[in-house]
């Protein structure tokens, strides 16, 4: 079932945790700066089952981080530092930051991601799709590999993905078998 639109202030209502699924569009920061013809050109879309967390009663990342640390064997002390960036709505799944709204969600799992340039779809691993529209041939596959340092999350192996995704970004939410095109906060 598709519906138009979605208050994201529905899933305020989240106690504890709560899975949807969802297709964000980002642009992609390439290398070289402002000497990349491509910059600003590039976009990611990619779908994404998440969970969203309100920390009502407790922090349920770091309680994720702990149990894995436990389950390897690992001492579960893991204590989630403070925000680098925006304020969490205390209760809730969201981040505000500079008069923008923000969904924090812990990845399950996701799908594979398409590219595309000025809208039209690439294959990054085509060498021949991008001879035409980089002289210098920028590899897309280069710059959308996640770091993730070996000492986050006290060591863990199994890392506990998330990810504060800007609501403008959302082009699709599945929420309790429902697919909403149109996402807002208000």
Do not use: C
């Amino acid at each position: 079932m598709s519906k138009s639109g979605f208050n994201l202030k529905d899933v305020l209502k989240v106690v504890g945790t709560s899975f949807i699924s969802l297709t964000i569009e980002t642009d992609v920061k390439l290398p070289g700066g402002k000497k990349n013809p491509l910059q600003g050109q590039v976009t990611k879309k990619s779908t994404m089952n998440v969970m969203v967390f309100s920390n009502k009663n407790v922090n349920t990342y770091q309680n994720m981080v702990n149990r894995r640390l436990e389950k390897e064997g690992k001492q579960s002390d893991f204590v989630v530092g403070e925000r680098s960036w925006g304020v969490r709505i205390p209760n809730t799944p969201f981040v505000e930051h500079n008069g923008q709204f923000y969904l924090d969600v812990i990845v399950k799992s996701t799908s594979e991601s398409d590219y595309f340039v000025n809208g039209r779809k690439v294959d990054v691993e085509d060498e021949y799709e991008f001879t035409y529209l980089v002289e210098d041939k920028v590899r897309l596959t280069e710059v959308v590999k996640t770091k993730v340092s070996e000492e986050s999350q006290g060591g863990l192996e199994d890392k506990v993905i998330i990810r504060t995704v800007k609501i403008e970004n959302i082009k699709s939410l599945t929420h309790n078998g429902a697919t909403f095109t149109k996402v807002y906060y208000e």
